[in-house]
């Protein structure tokens, strides 16, 4: 490893655990909202990474949503973050059973303001009864409608039907972004070296309404972004 390499990881882990210590205990999402923001900021401050929001003026200043991006990377939820940051939506994000479980993000996952995610489950109706209620004390939701990180050679892998679902449910109009550059490669350039600032860009799409049945969700969100 690098002498860099070692100084992020260092930093990451310091970071990532101050948050998570700090927000035990907070329910107020806004306040959840503004520390996942202060977070992404410094760390990627701390990576010397800039992200570039394409246009930034279909992104709603207020409403509930059911926030859909692409994923490839771990630092996908702070590029999302950062993106909508001037925004007042505010949310919890679907995370991963392997997530709570983690050393490195556990606490932090359960304290940032999250909504489990057990593919091991029996039975889903505690997944989908979080949501509604989250939901119900008037937050957006968001969501990698791929379920994982896309790790082939595609610009996304297949969407799970589960993003849909919930957006029917819950009648909420689906905000769709796309992360354009190839986030994981600029990361781990970033982490050997972060004297050399890097560009991600972002682009917000159109509201997607639930009720449109026309196309499905991922038709629908490769057409607004010209995905083939």
Request: aromatic content about 10%; glycine content about 4%.
């Amino acid at each position: 490893m690098t002498f860099n390499q070692i100084k992020i990881a260092i930093y990451s882990l310091y970071l990532t655990n101050y948050y998570g210590f700090k927000l035990s205990g907070v329910t107020d999402s806004l306040k959840r909202k503004k520390a996942r923001i202060s977070y992404a900021n410094q760390l990627l401050n701390k990576l010397n990474i800039k992200i570039k929001v394409i246009n930034k003026e279909k992104l709603p200043q207020d409403g509930q949503y059911l926030l859909a991006s692409n994923h490839r990377t771990i630092i996908d939820p702070l590029i999302v973050e950062v993106a909508t940051q001037y925004s007042n939506i505010h949310g919890d994000w679907i995370a991963k059973k392997e997530l709570y479980n983690s050393f490195f993000f556990g606490k932090f996952t359960r304290n940032l303001g999250t909504i489990l995610l057990d593919r091991e489950a029996s039975q889903m109706s505690g997944f989908f009864k979080d949501i509604k209620e989250s939901v119900k004390n008037g937050n957006s939701i968001y969501i990698f409608p791929e379920g994982t990180r896309n790790k082939s050679d595609s610009p996304i892998s297949e969407f799970k039907e589960g993003a849909q679902i919930i957006a029917i449910k819950n009648r909420l109009p689906i905000l769709p972004v796309y992360i354009r550059s190839k986030a994981n490669d600029i990361l781990k350039e970033a982490i050997k070296d972060s004297r050399q600032q890097r560009i991600i860009e972002i682009e917000i799409g159109n509201i997607i309404d639930y009720k449109d049945r026309s196309l499905s969700f991922e038709e629908a969100y490769k057409k607004q972004f010209n995905i083939a």
